[in-house]
C-alpha cells in the first residue's frame, strides 16, 4: 500500500475511534508525548496498559470468585484499572470501571459480576482497536513514512 | 507541551531558567501513570525520579535528601497509604507534596489537603497541570522565609536565634561584626514593620499554627536530638521527648529542617574556612571574627574540624540554654545585647551573675612577646591560674581555642584589664587592690604592658588560690596589636573573653560587656587607643558557684558593661568595653574547675549548669588534651 493511502486509513480509523469514546483526549497526549527522542512511546505505553489490565482483570474475578468477597480489594482493583485506562485514555474502560465502583460499594456481588464482564468486554475492545492503529502506524513506518502519532 | 523555561525573572531567587530542572519525585504503583507522567514532566524539562513503590520513594528522599524540589504522589497505594507518604515527606523533608488519584471525590481532595498536600490532582492528569507545579516549590520556600522572618515571637533571643540561623549569618562572619550589626538593626526594623501585618495575615496565610519557638523551647528541641542523635533524630521520636504539649510533630518537623539546614550551614561555612588548628594561632583570626559572635564559636569549632554535627548541635544548645541576656552570644552587637540583656536578663538586679561569653582568642605570635612579662606579680598564682584554667577549659569547647593559645604561651599570665583608656573613662575605674580576680579559664593571660594601668592587676595579683575568680574578662589588647588591623584578629593577639559570669559587682552589664566586647569595637577602640592605652588586658574570668555577687551598674550607657564596685574598666563608647570584672570574692578553686564558659547568672545555675554543660559539649576532648601541656 501506498503511504499515503496508509495515512489515509489512519486518520480515519484513528478519528472513528474517538468518534465511537473508546478514546479520548487522553490518547492525544501521549501521542504528543512521543517524538523523536522517544518515538515508541505511545507503544510502550499501550502495551503496558495490556499488561496491567489483563493481570488485574484476572485478579478481578478471582477475588469475586472467593467465598468471601473482600470488596475493599475489588474496589482496590477497579480503581487502579481505572486509573490506568484513564491514563492513556481508553474512556469505555474508564467508564465502565466507574459503574463497577458504584456496585462495589453497594456489595452488590451480582451487580459486581456484571461490571466485571463489562469491563472485560470493553478493554478487550479497546485493546483490539489500539492493536489495529499500532499496525497501521507501523506500517505506514515501514513503508516510508513519517509515523502519525 | 514543552514547559516554559528561563522566563521567571521575576521569581527570585531561584536560579536561572527555572523551572527547567526542577527535581520531581513521583510515585505511583500504577505503571501505566508514572510512565505517562514521567514523560510529561520530562518534556515539562524536570528532571523526573519516578517509583512505584512507596516505600522505596521514601527511602530515596531519605537518602538523597536535598536532591528532590517536589514530590508527586499517588494516594491508593499498595505498600503504603499515599496520605502517609505526604504526612512523612512532609515532616522529615518538608518538601511540597502533590497528591494524584483517579478518585476526585472531595473527602479525599479534603483528606489531602489536611495531610499537608499543596495540591491534589485527578488523573488523568493533563501536560498543562504539570506545567506549573513549580510554583508549590516557590511558595513554600517563600513561606519559609517569611515565616523565619516573621515567627510570631517579639522576643530578642528568637530575633537573634533567628538572625542566626539566617543564612546571612555565615557571611556575617567573615565580614564582621559590623556587618552583623547591620544586618540586625535592618532585620529588627523590619520585623517590627512588619508584625503588626503579620498578624493580620497569619491565620489566613499559614496553615499550621504558628509555633514560637523560643530558647527553652527549642533548648528542648535540641536536648532531644543530641538525644537521639542528629542522624536518627526524626519528628516523632523528638516530639516524644520533648513532650511538650499542643506541639505537633509538623512543628517538630519543620523546625528540624530548618535546624539540620542551620548545622549544614555552619559545617558550610567551617569548610570554607578550612582552618584546622592543632594550635590556635592560625584560625584564631578567623575565630577572632567568628568569635565576636558567641554563636560563631561554634562555627569557629567546626572550622577546627572537631565537629561534627552532634556536637554542633550539642553546642548549638549550650548557646541556647542561656536565658536572653545571659546568652553567650556575644554577637551580634553591643545594642543587641543590651537590649536583650536588658530584657530579659537577670542580671541587672545586682545580685546575680552574669554568664556571658566565650573568650575569644586571637592569637598572633605576638602573643609570645607578651608572655614573658606577667602583670601579676604572683606569677605562681597566675600559673596556677593557668593551669586550672586550662583544665577547665576543657570543659568548654570553645575553649578550645584557648587551650592551644595557652599551650603556646605557657607563660602566659593573667592580667587585668583595667582600662584601656582610663583616661578617658568618665567614670573614674580604678581598680583597688583587693580586688579579686575572676579567673575565666579560657582566658589567658597577656600581661598588659601597662602595669601602672592595671591598677586592678595589682590587686589580683594577690590572688591566690583561696581567691575567687570571677568574672575575669580577658581582653587582651596588646598595645602592638592594637595598632594593628581593626578588623580583627590579623595579626593581633587579642584575648576576649566575654565573662561568662559576671561578678555580681558587675552586674548585667558585664554580659552585654562582653557581648559588646566585639572584636570589631576592641579593634576599633584598640586602634584608637592604642597611643594612648596601655595594655589594657583585662582578664575576666568567671568563676561558677558564685553566690554572692552584688551588681553594680557601671553606668557606662553603651557598654552597659561590667560595674563593679571596684572599678572595673567599663569602656565608653568606642572604646573597648569593660571586660575586667575584678572581684573580690574567694571561690573555692575546686569550684572554678567547674567552671564553665557558659555559666549561667546566678549562683544555683552556675551550680547546675556545669553539668549540663558538660552533658552537652561533646567535643571538648580536643581541647582537654591540650591542657595538660598547658601547665
Known sequence: MEVDQLQRTFHDYHASLFNEGFLDEQFVQLQQLQDESNPGFVVEVVSLFFEDS????????????????????????????????????????????????????????????????????????????LEALLRLEQQIVAAGGASPM | MACTSGGKSDVAPVPEQFPVGLRVLVVDDDVICLRVLEQMLRKCMYKVTSCSQATVALNLLRERKGCFDIVLSDVHMPDMDGFKLLELVGLEM????????ADGRTNLVMRGIRHGACDYLIKPIRDEELKNIWQHVVRKKWNEIKEHDHSGSMEDHDRQKRVIDDAEYASCVNEGADEVLKMQKKRRDSKDEDDT???????????????VWSVELHQQFVSAVNQLGIDKAVPKRILELMNVPGLTRENVASHLQKFRLYLKRLSGVAQQQGCLPSTYCGPVEQNLKLASLGRFDIQALAASGQLPPQTL??????????????????????????????????????????????PLIKCSSNIAKQTSQPVMSNEDVLSEFAAWSAKSLGDMVPACNFGSVVERNSNMLISFIQQQQQQQQKQPVIPEPSRSINVQPSCLVVPSQSSPNFQAGNSPVSVNQNCSFRNLALDYNNPSLQSNNSSGAGQNMEVECKPVRMHSEFGTAGSVLSASSCSKDIQDSACQRVPSSLSTISVVMQVPNINDMQSSHSGKPDLVQVSTRNPVYVGKGPSIPSRFAVDEHELPMSSISQMKLYAE???????????????????????????????
Open chain 2, 94 to 101: 518538608d518538601l511540597p507534596v502533590i497528591m494524584m488519584s
Open chain 2, 197 to 211: 501585618e503579620l498578624e493580620n495575615d497569619d491565620p489566613a496565610a499559614t496553615k499550621k499554627p504558628r509555633v
Open chain 1, 54 to 129: 489483563e493481570r488485574l482483570l484476572n485478579d478481578l474475578s478471582k477475588a469475586l470468585d472467593q467465598v468471601n468477597v473482600d470488596f475493599r480489594k475489588i474496589d482496590a482493583h477497579v480503581h487502579q484499572l481505572k486509573g490506568s485506562s484513564s491514563s492513556i485514555g481508553a474512556q469505555r474502560v474508564r467508564n465502565a470501571c466507574i459503574a463497577f465502583r458504584n456496585f462495589c460499594d453497594e456489595r452488590n456481588i451480582e451487580a459486581c459480576l456484571q461490571c466485571l464482564q463489562q469491563v472485560r468486554q470493553e478493554y478487550l475492545l479497546v485493546k483490539t482497536k
Open chain 2, 313 to 358: 548541635a550539642a553546642l548549638h544548645a549550650e548557646l541556647l540554654s542561656r536565658p536572653p541576656g545571659k546568652l553567650v552570644l556575644p554577637a551580634l552587637d553591643q545594642r543587641t545585647l543590651l537590649h536583650a540583656s536588658l530584657q530579659g536578663s537577670k542580671c541587672i538586679p545586682a545580685d546575680q551573675d552574669v554568664a556571658y561569653g566565650q
Open chain 2, 601 to 631: 547568672n546566678n549562683g544555683n545555675k552556675v551550680k547546675q549548669e556545669p553539668n549540663d554543660l558538660t552533658e552537652n559539649v561533646r567535643v571538648g576532648i580536643p581541647v582537654r588534651q591540650t591542657f595538660p601541656q598547658m601547665i
